[in-house]
């Protein structure tokens, strides 16, 4: 048992001795009978100026190394003993820092990250920051309690498995309610189109529209100009091609007599050679 704990020791002295620069190893552990800690690699978020400024600087936690069974929610009950934790935001990979804007659908979007994560942590006051890297000298962090247990096992997957199963009102109730909001945007944007009909802009152009099996297509008098120079060119390549192939047929036909010419020249010229060959032997 001595041997044994002294081993442990030297293990987590080695890992926090390992961490990166700049980074503090905090140790959690699963739950209680877990003999091995897993280590969180934490340090202040930093950005430069004029990048995105998505989560606050001197008051967001940057966390590396997060296990898959550990949640949000976890995260944040580890951490609360720190201070208010106002958000936490869980990513598979580093961002620029522009925070990721909330989906609005409950059934469209989502996107399930799987294996070890990274999070942001926003506490509500800088004096988190440095409570959680206080940390890192005290006993490991408890994932799951007897208060908030973590799902594993089969519980976890019946619990994902009935998560999966889709309500029909609510989904009914959530593409309803997107229908409307859009048939209001469209009945909007052709009431502003219906009052700037015929009325000239700045520079003294009416916008024309045209009605039909695409409605609200805007058609200019510079659209109608493009539509005519790309049907002219059109028929102009049209014609070249045809042109081409009538050049090409009579080139191969020219061609092929030069060749015939040329051959019986060649022929004429060898015979003449032939008759003139004599014996010179000095």
Known sequence: GTFRRAKMAAAE???????????????VKFGERQRSPHYLLVKEHQVREGAGAGYPPHRTLFVLNVPPYCSPDALSRLFSCCGHVQSVD????????????????????????????????????????????????????????????????ISKWIANYVASVVDCEELKAEVDAYMQDYDKKIAEEEA????????????GWVKVTRKGRKPGLPRTEAANLRLLEK?????????????????????????????????????QRIALMRAQRKFRPY
């Open 13 to 27: 002295k080695r890992v926090v001795e390992a961490s990166p620069p700049g980074y503090t190893a905090l140790a």
């Open 90 to 153: 869980m990513c598979e990979k580093p961002g620029p820092g522009d925070k990721k804007e909330k989906l609005a659908s409950k059934f469209f979007g989502h996107k399930s990250v799987t294996g070890f994560r990274v999070a942001y942590i926003v506490f509500r006051k800088p004096s988190g920051i440095q409570a959680a890297k206080a940390l890192s000298q005290k006993d490991p962090l408890l994932i799951s309690t007897e208060k908030h247990p973590v799902k594993t096992g």
């Open 192 to 203: 502003k189109a219906a009052k700037e009909e015929g009325v000239p802009d700045e520079e």
């Open 231 to 267: 049907e002219k060119q059109k028929r102009a390549r049209k014609e070249l091609l045809n042109f081409y192939a009538w050049q090409h047929r009579e080139t191969k036909r020219e061609h092929i007599a030069q060749l015939r010419k040329k051959f019986e020249e060649d022929k």
